[in-house]
């Protein structure tokens, strides 16, 4: 079983940073990518970025250029550095590790950004 766990989250105002923090534990192939997502209240939850055991990244169109993951694979974590963040970034982030057979989910940390 894998466990995620998130940290980091918070309130800060537009335009400044936060840097996000995944720590993964349990039995984790060497194969996997590790994702951030997002979920605003009523809404479904929206794909934020992606980086893969070779560290091949994608963003959302939304993030591109303002959001930066990154990895520690010797501790099993992935890493979102958000910065010139906008109001419209409030939303609960979740991190993901998918492998070939499941999808596993932390429970999220919120981030508020105020205008």
């Known amino acids: 079983q894998v466990q995620l766990v998130e940290s980091g989250g918070g309130l800060v105002q537009a335009g400044g940073s936060l840097r996000l923090s995944c720590a993964a534990s349990g039995s984790i192939p060497s194969h996997n990518t590790m994702n951030w997502y997002r979920q605003v209240p009523g809404k479904q939850r929206e794909w934020v970025a992606t980086i893969t055991s070779g560290d091949d990244t994608g963003y959302a169109d939304s993030v591109k250029g303002r959001f930066s993951i990154s990895r520690d694979k010797d501790n099993n974590s992935v890493y979102l550095q958000m910065t010139s963040l906008k109001p419209e970034d409030t939303a609960v982030y979740y991190c993901?590790?998918?492998?070939?057979?499941?999808?596993?989910w932390g429970r999220g940390t919120q981030v508020t950004v105020s205008s």
């Open positions: 993901s590790l998918r492998v070939i057979t499941s999808t596993y």
